[in-house]
């Protein structure tokens, strides 16, 4: 067995390169970069030629890539002999050439100490590659390493190709070798939708065959979204969401299906996600700790999005066409797996309190409702509750903030003639007041504005307590949203409820703002006892 390094981070690298097809390397000469080219040197499926000048074997680089039609590698020691790939890159970079630009690193701390060869690597080609990533060192940083290098080497040829920078930091001792086999690590592969041959078709029917308990997880989608029923029905598929899937046919209450400690017999062989963020943590947790064989993600853009730490695939394109493709030729999957899914879940009743009140509006909005939710409690407390039919759900998921919550549903609304409710906490709704000074603002909003004196969710969570931390404040809203022309209710108390309840879900000739007190710490513990029960 051929001696090759011994460090973790060379070791994936190498083992990856080979399992995309990246087999031929221009080496050049240096110490630091010794390792990666010795191991490369001693694997005999790779091909190597050497260059001492970094400025020529960046171009031998390019001709042995035009000419093989295929990526290959240039190997160089950290510091100035980086910079001296520039003109390789660009020309690389014009003529969609998969150049893999390999550098060498020192660790970023002795960067500006005045140590020798040192200088930041990471992105000095700018727009000139395609990616560029900085793989870290350390063994507890595997499943970062395993994913940029996985991404880097996807991008090499990914639509047009170009050229892609890996940055490899490496601490002394450089020269630990090992007898052993190269890792079997996770390779990601990309499937492009609108270059599918049947090749690749049957290779994809083959895996779904072979994974028997199917599930497709849907994030965050528009209403017009929508799979073939079939795939739950004939192919026994569980597909699975939250409210901001806006799916007819998904299961919509994924935790309380799951309850608090789920089994591991409830995570699939197969797993097939597609839209935005996933709340549930539960859920994360299942996936993450009991991960899939398999785990095909379908985005337009074709990025690598490993949420659950075990992508296998990137399906590239609209999801329709694998929809007609599994609904069609895929052969029938568990039943019993997908009917673990469908088990009745719980409808919570809980005395006077944030839950309640969300339940409550949540049932009573007539059909075909345009729902908004701030994020932090409203969006999880909502997660609770049934919809009623036709109720489309929209939420700032995109990067989870509080902020702009107010102004995002507004501006939604005044395009549009449905029903509008928004249910937003007091800091959401305080960081976004102005917004209610908007001109124009409809008839048809409804607003519940929660108001526990300060960052609900931080009582749901384990933070230090202090007022620092949760916002803590005696702040009220009622004067402003009344000034801002809303007609207004407050709820103090349970007798209160009732009637801005029936504000809130009546036709009305002005917007409707209700402001609904409850105690943080009685909310918080009641949304816990039930999560400890379902």
Known sequence: MAEISSTASIRELVALMRAHGVTRCVACPGSRNSPIVATLANLPDFNLRGATDERSAGFVACGWAAQAHAPVAVCVTSGSALLNLHPAAAEAHYRRLPLLIISADRPASWVGQQDGQTLPQPGVFGPLCRMSVQIPEGEAEQWHRNRLLNEALLELRHRAGGPVHINLPLSEPLFGTTSAPLPTPRVIRRTELAKMDADEETQLLDTVAACPRRLILLGQLPQSAQLPPTLAAEKAFAIIGEHLCNTDIAITQPDSVLGPQPAATMSPDLLITYGGCIISKRLKALLRNNPPREHWHICPDGNVVDTFCCLTRVIEGSPDELWELLAAFAEEGDETYAERWLQPVPVPQFPYSAMQM???????????????LANSSAVRFAQLYPLPAGTQVECNRGVNGIEGSLSTALGYAMGDNRLHFIICGDLSFFYDMNALWLQGIPRNVRLLMLNNGGGGIF??????????????????????????????????????????????????????????????TADAALFKQFNAQY
């Open 358 to 372: 969300v339940g409550d509006l949540l049932g009573a909005m007539p059909a075909d409702s345009v729902l908004h």
């Open 459 to 520: 009582d749901l969570i384990p933070t230090p307590d202090n007022p620092l931390v949760n916002g803590a404040h005696h702040a009220t809203a009622t004067a402003w949203a009344q000034s801002c022309g809303f007609e207004c209710l407050s709820v103090r108390s349970e007798h209160d409820w009732p009637a801005a309840l029936a504000a809130l879900t009546t036709p009305a000739h002005s917007p409707i703002f209700v402001e609904a007190f409850t105690d943080s």
